[in-house]
């Protein structure tokens, strides 16, 4: 097996794993903004060490006004807004629903690819969508969530989490828009994730100065902190391993490995999390159809 798709199912094993702690974290914790906030900073750090690695700084400073607002632009929709609701999503309904849902996000790049880049429909793309909206549509209509399985009674925070998941899938969908753009100008996939991920660090930096926010991630006891601190490292870690694995791979080759993430999801979360997850036949098929349906879109994509 080549190095770069090595890379790739190493991404998606990480950003499995990843989900598995964050689930454990933000259960504990109760709410979303700490683990945002870690992992948009490990992020940033994590880029860049990897910036002053490379020497691909000429890059970034090369960048136009337009390719830094389409960068910005899109890390602000992607890693605050479509994370930050991803993240709750992942507390209400649990990682492997909610991490499912959002795989909706290659069905919104689908339809704004053919609609804003008249890009041509084919039989291969129509399957997908078809898999990827069945799967999805499956494991939206389990009415039962991770509260709900403890205590065996219906619960009300299923409708809410599925909203947030299929929101955060919007938003990651359009995201991928401006940075094929701004990425193709600057030339680098690691600069150009460095250069998304400025505003958010200087967003989630302003934030807390509010005394809320301060206190969220101050008063947050060991337990969950350990937790979102390794989701955190993970998370960038499985970043930069796909930014590698596009390197050495065609996108054809590494796309289809990373689409695996949410199996390996279903397994590490069936060994760590069972207690706090859902494993119903309604979401384990819903999940292998979106697979399936995510791996023959990335062919199209």
Known sequence: MEIGL??????????????????????????????????????ILLFSLMMLFTGEWDKVWSLSARGWVLLGG????????????????????????????????????????????????????VLGVACLTFGVTLVSMERQGPEAKEHNQTSGLPTKGVFYALIAGLLWGISGIPIKLAVTEIGSPL?????????????????????????????????????LAIAGALTSISQLFRYFALSYSPVSLVQ??????????????????????????????GIVVTVAGGVILSYWL
Do not use: C, D, W
């Open 6 to 43: 090595i890379f790739a199912l190493l991404s998606a094993i990480l950003f499995a794993a990843s989900n598995v702690f964050l689930r454990r974290g933000v259960s504990k914790a109760g709410e979303s903004f700490s683990a945002l906030l870690i992992a948009i900073f490990m992020g």
């Open 74 to 125: 899109a890390g602000i929709i992607h890693f605050v807004i479509g994370r930050y609701l991803a993240y709750i999503a992942v507390r209400l309904i649990g990682a492997n629903r909610a991490i499912a849902i959002t795989r909706s996000n290659m069905l919104y790049a689908v339809i704004f690819g053919i609609i804003l880049l008249s890009e041509p429909i084919t039989l291969p793309l």
């Open 191 to 227: 600069a150009g994730a460095f250069v998304s991920f400025i505003p958010p660090s200087i967003i989630m930096a302003g934030l807390l100065f509010r005394e809320r926010q301060r206190e969220e991630l101050f008063i947050l006891p060991r337990s969950p902190l350990i937790y």
């Open 256 to 285: 289809p490995l990373l689409s695996t993430n949410v199996l390996f999801l279903l397994l590490f979360s069936f060994l760590l999390n069972r207690h706090i997850e859902v494993f119903t036949v309604k979401v384990i098929i």
